[in-house]
């Protein structure tokens, strides 16, 4: 049986009702928004489910929107069905006063890394992760530095900004 | 402390000594071939533990790609895997001209294979003749060396630069292949098979070899599945996984190639995967000269003067030109937004990369899923209880490059 967005959608919706939201397909992958509170059942669910099969983690990382109120941090991840071929993107979005996510390390070996990167760029908690520490930055460093409040270059610099380009 | 191990060493209830030896590989040692460390707890020459510490080469791409427009972060992607870079050129392109909607010449196509397919060879050479140099066999790695430094002179006449190469452009190639391209590419047909079997017989049979390398650095396909392994690796172990295969991109539904696999995911069968992919590759790139022989030899690029850099003598005739040429050097093209993931199979794995547009000039967020990265998490449990000199194998076989565990 192949591995409609149909099917998924309806079997998300039917498990976890109003959590989980905002289906669309872009550029070949299905992508939904789901509860922070609920990520870990979602992925258990979409590992264990025998139809459902999700059980590679292509990667995880996060994306900062400093204009959505409440909802500043947004943490993407990319799952595959490597037998059906299929990929879905799973966001869920935290406020960055409390950035909490459950950790999905017991559940992928390989999320230890990548939620380890995510929380050196961008702060967020991965609660019950193993050893949630730096790992590409300086253990000394007291920010996270791919926020958008840490600009590149200088801030006070204008000549490179949209508005420079008539955007 | 009391310990489990070398319970014959008698300790005094308040020394500091230990039972076990710390030892530092790296961050500078010839046996990591990059920089980044490992600090090891030996007993004797058993590894009992491991800790891996990166970053030291951490250049913030994604930080620096937020404020670059879409052409310059081409070479931003030539420092992730060094040893490969047209791949992760080519594969910037395609997740810009997916994001913008461009479709490619069928000889565009077959121009980045060729391109894809000498880089993914010139990787896999350093990989295995790595493993070699490892096991204490240092001449294969000469031998080999004199077919990557060709593969090398081809990037140069395509693009005039041989490491970070940052081949072609968003859109095609930003000039077509010359006449002494062709003939250093056939040259490099000519001889690569001769090389490659004085490889494989240097090597693939050697009792020493061999007995060095069947066993070590092992891990099971469940246990590389949930690593995240990709690539060679993760085929070593039994899983045909290979990007071009899944999700075709650049036209590699049209070329007929096997995905080489192995059994239990030591040391040897990585070898072997690499050795069967560096012939796989080289089928390819002889599928697709034939292919790119029955098309109009003058197409190099697709016809999207918006987004491909005019050349040169027509920014200076055509008022068109140069208003093109203006806007994409100043970053002033149309962008749409959008939310792309495009994977490409690089030397070490599914190499992805993730773009977030909102339409400005330059990227909102751009994140890199690289290989390496992933996969280099297994090695305290592929080395725990083998051998010091095991895990040194272990470590170059699964060919970890400082540049893509850092970005």
Not at chain 2, 225 to 236: S, V
Request: glycine residues 6%; aromatic residues 12%; contains cysteine.
């Amino acid at each position: 049986m192949s591995l409609t967005n149909e099917y998924i959608q309806g079997r998300l919706s039917e498990k976890f009702g109003t959590d989980v939201s905002d289906f669309e397909e872009t550029f070949g992958i299905f992508s939904f928004n789901i509860k922070a509170e609920k990520n870990i059942q979602a992925l258990q669910f979409l590992f264990e489910d025998n139809a459902l099969g999700f059980q590679f983690l292509t990667d995880i990382t996060a994306i900062h929107y400093p204009d959505r109120v409440a909802q500043e941090l947004c943490v993407v991840y990319h799952l595959h069905n490597l037998v059906a071929n299929k990929r879905i993107r799973m966001r869920l979005s935290v406020p960055i006063v409390q950035p909490d996510v459950n950790s999905a390390t017991s559940l992928y070996s390989s999320a230890n890394w990548m939620e380890r990167e995510t929380y050196d760029f961008f702060g967020v908690i991965f609660v019950g992760h193993p050893d949630l520490t730096r790992i590409l930055n300086v253990d000394e460093m007291d920010y996270f530095p791919m926020r958008k409040e840490y600009p590149m270059e200088d801030p006070t610099r204008s000549d490179k900004d949209d508005a420079m380009f008539g955007r | 402390m009391p310990d489990q191990h070398n319970q014959h060493i008698q300790l005094a209830e308040e020394s500091i000594e230990k039972q076990t030896t710390t030892l530092n590989m790296g961050p500078t040692h010839p046996a990591t071939h990059g920089i980044f460390e490992n600090v090891l707890e030996i007993d004797g020459e058993i590894v009992l533990s491991s800790t891996q510490k990166l970053g030291y080469i951490h250049r913030a791409f994604e930080k620096i790609a937020e404020r670059r427009p879409y052409g310059q972060i081409q070479p931003l992607t030539d420092r992730l895997n060094y040893c490969s870079s047209p791949i992760n050129n080519i594969g910037w392109q395609l997740t810009v001209e997916k994001l913008l909607g461009l479709e490619m010449p069928k000889r565009v196509d077959y121009l980045r294979v060729i391109i894809m397919e000498l880089a993914r060879i010139s990787d896999h050479l350093v990989c295995n003749s790595v493993v070699a140099v490892d096991t204490g066999a240092l001449t294969p790695f000469t031998y080999v060396f004199q077919m990557r430094e060709r593969i090398y002179e081809i990037y140069e006449s395509v693009c005039g630069a041989r490491l970070t190469t940052n081949i072609g452009r968003i859109g095609g190639f930003e000039r077509n292949f010359t006449d002494e391209t062709w003939s250093k590419l056939n040259e490099f047909m000519r001889l690569f098979p001769k090389s490659l079997e004085e490889f494989e017989t240097l090597l693939n049979r050697n009792r020493i070899f061999m007995d060095r390398c069947i066993g070590a650095g092992k891990i099971s396909a469940e246990r590389a599945l949930n690593y995240g392994f990709t690539g060679p690796n993760l085929r070593a172990t039994g899983v045909d996984y290979d990007v071009r295969v899944h999700t075709p991109y650049s036209s590699y539904q049209d070329f007929d190639f096997k995905i080489p696999v192995g059994t239990v995911g030591d040391v040897y069968d990585r070898f072997m995967v690499r050795n069967g992919e560096m012939w796989e590759s080289y089928s390819i790139i002889q599928q697709a000269i034939a292919k790119v022989k029955d098309l109009d030899p003058s197409i190099y690029h697709a016809d999207v003067p918006a987004y491909y850099l005019p050349e040169k003598k027509e920014v200076y005739t055509k008022m068109e030109a140069l208003i093109y040429h203006f806007k994409i050097v100043m970053g002033e093209i149309d962008i749409k937004a959008g939310e792309v993931y495009h994977p490409v199979e690089g030397g070490n794995g599914e190499l992805g990369f993730y773009l977030i547009s909102d339409g400005g000039r330059t990227p909102f967020r751009l994140h890199f899923r690289r290989p390496c990265f992933i996969y280099y998490q297994a090695y305290p449990e592929m080395i725990k209880n083998g051998l010091l000199s095991d895990a040194v194998i272990a470590l170059s076989s699964l060919n970890v490059i400082a540049g893509e565990l850092d970005a």
